[in-house]
């Protein structure tokens, strides 16, 4: 009798981008191919513990849900503790929605990859407290506090390695389809920096009291002069984001995918995590663009 062919499924990083895992799984599961076997880094160990856990309905449930107020309500702001946010509301309530507590509960075989930020190098967690792997996979840094764990700091996995690819062939996978998600993030940048302000705009930008620039600065939506210096957050995130291009794309070179998914969304910035509508579509556009390429694989789960 012929072995399984079992495939797996790596979610790269992307912050708010990180949604558009959510129309890839939906779309391959369409498709009727069935993944065996996922790992994740960063918003994708998030995205991936929901999956393995059975729990995405849920989880796409209430990223749909989400406004710009929703947004800003689950971000802790604070200064001291490593990280601009703690971190601490919305992985709380990631948990209640996911539920499995350990790693041995999921349904699916699962990995989360994060940065001991002691040694420099990657981490592998796939036992134990699935909470915790998620936390340390998703801590950004500088934008979320780092985690402790057996005597080190862990910090966002896609410091080392953005589309765990490595870590799905070491779980078991044959097959690996590999979902990135900064392709296009220097475009987003591009755009960004490059915004041509009229005075009239300027002066309507000025007159806006906090909550409207809270919103403008969720929703990307404002103006302002191309000379005018960048925010801290779009230098740290930008920054961040050529640097895992460039690491992404040496690690792919040695160790490629069987197929390659590329969500394409440049609107959607680091935070505009209440736009997952347009990122769980991009999601699904990326499965349809490579179709031709996914079709074998269903002939190969079919039982």
Not at 23 to 44: F, H, P, Q, R, T
Request: charged share 20%; aromatic share 6%.
């Amino acid at each position: 009798m012929e072995r399984e062919i079992k495939i797996g499924l790596a979610l790269g990083s992307g912050a708010a981008k990180g949604w558009a895992h959510i129309g890839v799984i939906n779309a391959l599961k369409e498709m009727g191919i069935k993944v065996d076997i996922v790992a994740g880094c960063s918003v994708g160990a998030l995205v991936g513990a929901a999956h393995a856990s059975g729990r995405l309905p849920a989880l796409e449930t209430w990223v749909r849900s989400f406004s710009y107020w929703d947004v800003l309500r689950l971000m802790d702001f604070s200064w001291q503790r490593g990280g601009l946010l703690r971190g601490k509301r919305v992985f709380s309530a990631v948990a209640q929605l996911i539920r499995n507590d350990n790693f041995e509960q999921c349904k699916l075989k699962f990995g989360a990859v994060t940065t001991n930020l002691s040694t420099g190098r990657e981490l592998w967690l796939t036992k134990g407290d699935l909470h915790l792997a998620i936390r340390a996979s998703c801590s950004m840094p500088g934008l979320l506090a780092p985690v402790w764990h057996n005597g080190y700091w862990l910090v966002d996995g896609a410091v080392v390695n953005p589309v765990p690819i490595s870590l799905t062939r070491a779980l078991g996978a044959d097959i690996v389809i590999a979902v990135d998600l900064q392709h296009d993030a220097h475009l987003m940048q591009q755009d960004l920096l490059s915004v041509q302000a009229t005075p009239e705009e300027l002066g309507s930008v000025k007159a806006l009291n906090w909550r409207d620039k809270i919103r403008q600065r969720l929703t990307r939506s404002h103006v302002r002069p191309a000379n005018t210096s960048p925010t801290a957050m779009e230098i740290m995130s930008t920054s961040i984001h050529v640097l895992e291009n460039r690491l992404k794309r040496n690690r792919m070179a040695g160790d490629p995918p069987d197929v390659l998914l590329q969500p394409y969304c440049p609107q959607i910035s680091t935070l505009d995590f209440h736009r997952a509508e347009e990122a769980i579509e991009a999601g699904r556009l990326a499965v349809e663009k490579q179709r031709e390429q996914l079709l074998p694989l269903v002939k190969n789960n079919k039982r």
